[in-house]
């Protein structure tokens, strides 16, 4: 497990600010989807979400700016980010990637599509709090099942940085209950 981090921390550390080919690619993109792949594919969820990407051939980029992750649907594409010549804390792009797979998954199952403003202020509003607390959840339980199937402390570390925790211990509550009790 160690070997795994200590690949992603190499990866993470910055080396300039240029990415490939003068892009906005980060310049270590490929170790760091690499690494952080690895360890999510160690989560039930986080090797679910991973086949799907690649059922759906969905590209997979790290992008060197502030914005967390997300997905362009018009390039079929995923990305996480971190700000040129910074780096980014190892599980933070874990728990990034299984943000960015789920929102790919939201549009193209059409499960929680992006809202059009057409849809009226207070149902827009609604909608995209559905798709943050959808992402969130799923980010919620890959973090718990790394928690839970491999001892990693550092990923709950960082998920409290991001100011998650409050959602870690609900769910760990939850998980917890005897199984009459959980509601679905």
Request: hydrophobic fraction near 35%; charged fraction near 30%.
């Amino acid at each position: 497990m160690s070997d795994l981090i200590a690949k992603l921390n190499k990866a993470l550390k910055p080396k300039g600010t240029s990415g490939p080919q003068g892009t906005f690619r980060h310049e270590n993109e490929a170790e760091i989807l690499d690494a952080a792949k690895k360890l999510l594919a160690k989560s039930h969820f986080g090797r679910e979400l991973l086949t799907y990407a690649d059922t759906k051939k969905l590209e997979m980029h790290v992008l060197r700016n502030k914005k967390d992750f997300g997905y362009l649907p018009e390039n079929s594409a995923i990305y996480i980010s971190c700000p040129a010549g910074q780096s980014m804390p190892p599980a933070r792009a874990v728990i990034h990637l299984a943000g960015a797979i789920r929102k790919a998954y939201q549009e193209v199952d059409g499960s929680i599509p992006t809202p059009s403003v057409q849809v009226g202020r207070e149902r827009f509003s609604r909608q995209l709090v559905e798709k943050s607390t959808d992402s969130s959840l799923y980010q919620t339980i890959v973090v718990y099942e790394l928690v839970q199937n491999t001892g990693l402390l550092e990923i709950l570390d960082e998920f409290d940085r991001m100011g998650y925790r409050s959602l870690y211990e609900a769910y760990a509550l939850k998980q917890a209950e005897p199984e009459g009790k959980k509601e679905e």
